[in-house]
Nanobody, 128 residues
Framework: QVQLVESGGGLVQPGSSLRLSCAASGITLSNFIIGWFRQAPGKERESVLCLSHNSGFTWTANSVKGRFTGSRVNANNTMYLQMDNLKPEDTAVYYC?????????????????????WGRGTQVTVSS
């Protein structure tokens, strides 16, 4: 059974940092392109960042560029999203997902619609 489990969300003040983790089981993460997506209340799901198999290519949304960094440790079957200088508009449920697609930018540009597996999400709230 495949599982993606996110952790690390929470309530933080603007300007703070959080690191989200996504632990995969039942799959070999190195075989997949990984992605982080988010959905705020009343809004459509938004792509945040996608990372290629060997971390050689990253697609990052303009809204988080320079503040968010993605990484993966294939040996541990885990991926991470480091979020710095958080803003209230970053408030959302954050999801990790993986795809067997060959194209990292397409995974994100299509909003994760090609995902093979999704996590259940973790809430991030940025508020003073």
């Amino acid at each position: 059974q495949v599982q993606l489990v996110e952790s690390g969300g929470g309530l933080v003040q603007p300007g703070s940092s959080l690191r989200l983790s996504c632990a995969a089981s039942g799959i070999t993460l190195s075989n997949f392109i990984i992605g982080w997506f988010r959905q705020a209340p009343g809004k459509e799901r938004e792509s945040v960042l996608c990372l290629s198999h060997n971390s050689g290519f990253t697609w990052t949304a303009n809204s988080v560029k320079g503040r968010f960094t993605g990484s993966r440790v294939n040996a541990n079957n885990t991926m991470y999203l480091q979020m710095d200088n958080l803003k209230p508009e970053d408030t959302a449920v954050y999801y990790c997902a993986v795809t067997s697609l060959a194209s990292t930018p397409h995974f994100c540009s299509r909003g994760g619609s090609d995902a093979d597996f999704w996590g259940r999400g973790t809430q991030v709230t940025v508020s003073s």
